[in-house]
């Protein structure tokens, strides 16, 4: 779910930003900090938005830097358990897909593509269901529910899983589909 969240925070603006605009500095400061930056309370953030700063500084001993108050929001993306998304596949393994939400690069496990054996075809880099015969690739569009979210826990890395084992999930065309049948039955 992306989330716009308002922080505080003190900027320390270097002697040798001084002559610079203050605005440019601030915003200049805050998005290294912050941009691209992945938290395990906030996610992943985005961008810093509508900054707003002290220009009157304090001074510390033996350090030459201004500290500044600066209150500001964040755009951040924090994908929560049981959230439905649509995402591309943007790369097919063998042991399953990757679907890109937002900024991050989630699993959809071979297992939870379809009610279907899906097998992988490594010359065209497909998955495709042995009864279905439904194909997934790259490029598709999907539609996934978030099963196991771990972001900003160590060195094990960002992992988000998903599904696509439920009804009205998977390949926007697989649903299309199964909306069609179903309204033919009604």
């Known amino acids: 779910m992306f989330k716009l969240i308002m922080v505080e925070d003190t900027v320390r603006i270097p002697p040798s930003m001084f002559g610079k605009p203050f605005e440019n500095v601030v915003r200049e400061l805050l998005a290294a900090k912050y ?6 309370d906030l996610g992943y953030v985005i961008i810093v938005l509508n900054y ?13 830097g201004s500290y500044h ?3 500001f929001e ?33 699993l959809l496990h071979v297992s939870q593509v379809a ?14 269901g042995r009864e279905t015969n439904r194909v997934l690739r790259k490029g598709d569009i999907v539609r996934v529910r978030v ?4 972001i900003g826990k160590g060195a094990m890395g960002d992992k988000v899983g998903v ?14 589909e199964d909306l069609k049948k179903a309204a033919s039955k009604a």
């Open 52 to 64: 707003k700063f002290n220009p009157v500084g304090k001074l510390m001993p033996g350090d030459g």
């Open 74 to 106: 964040l755009l951040t993306f924090m994908p929560e358990l049981q959230e439905v998304l649509e995402g591309e596949v943007v790369e097919i393994e063998d042991f399953g897909a990757f679907v890109r939400i937002g900024p991050v690069d989630s």
């Open 69 to 71: 108050q600066v209150t």
């Open 115 to 128: 009610d279907d054996y899906m097998s992988f075809d490594g010359s065209q880099g497909t998955l495709s």
């Open 163 to 176: 599904t696509a084992r439920q009804p009205f999930l998977g390949k926007i065309e697989w649903i299309e």
């Open 147 to 150: 099963v196991a979210v771990s």
């Open 35 to 40: 941009e691209g930056t992945v938290h395990e």
